[in-house]
């Protein structure tokens, strides 16, 4: 299994978007509202602009793609001002459970730590045992904050904060 993780580019954007919407229907099915997970298919072209202005200006995020095949399989967006720790993996639904969820992470957490976080943080969605699961399993702890979204079509959702201290030799 050699996954290439490496920076998305502006030419990139479709793949991107298309990756974002594969992984959010898989991932929030049954979680985000159905509404707004189908209509990121039928506005597919705003995700595609909107992801091509982000990666020619990224700002202080960084913006990763996952590459299996020649295949994008997944996508990584890391907040660089590291003010809110702001970080997210996504991985298309059929290649979960394989190890390429791990590789990321594990890239991720590197990323992080290199510009010199101590803790990093996660929002995850209560209702997302499966990413629950992944988490705890890579050393990740409920930290006893919660918070209520409401992005998705005026339902309410609480997510978690999880968190990760890190070694730093």
Not at 18 to 38: F, M, N, R, T
Not at 41 to 49: D, H, M, P, T
Not at 103 to 119: K, P, S, T, W
Request: charged fraction near 25%; include cysteine.
């Amino acid at each position: 299994m050699k996954v290439l993780i490496r920076k998305a580019l502006p030419e990139d954007a479709a793949d991107y978007a298309d990756c974002v919407i594969s992984c959010w229907q898989s991932a929030y099915k049954g979680i985000v509202p159905e509404g707004y997970l189908s209509d990121m298919s039928a506005n597919r072209g705003q995700w595609v602009e909107k992801y091509g202005k982000a990666l020619a200006d990224p700002g202080d995020c960084g913006y990763y793609c996952a590459i299996y095949a020649d295949e994008m399989i997944g996508f990584l967006i890391i907040n660089g001002n590291h003010k809110d720790n702001f970080w997210a993996i996504y991985l298309i639904e059929g290649f979960r459970g394989k190890g390429f969820g791990a590789v990321m992470l594990n890239f991720a957490i590197n990323e992080l730590a290199r510009a010199g976080d101590r803790q990093i943080c996660l929002w995850v969605f209560k209702e997302n045992k499966k990413a629950i699961r992944f988490y705890e399993k890579h050393g990740f702890v409920f930290d006893g904050t919660d918070r209520v979204v409401d992005w998705y079509g005026g339902v309410p959702l609480v997510e978690l904060r999880y968190a990760l201290n890190l070694v730093i030799s």
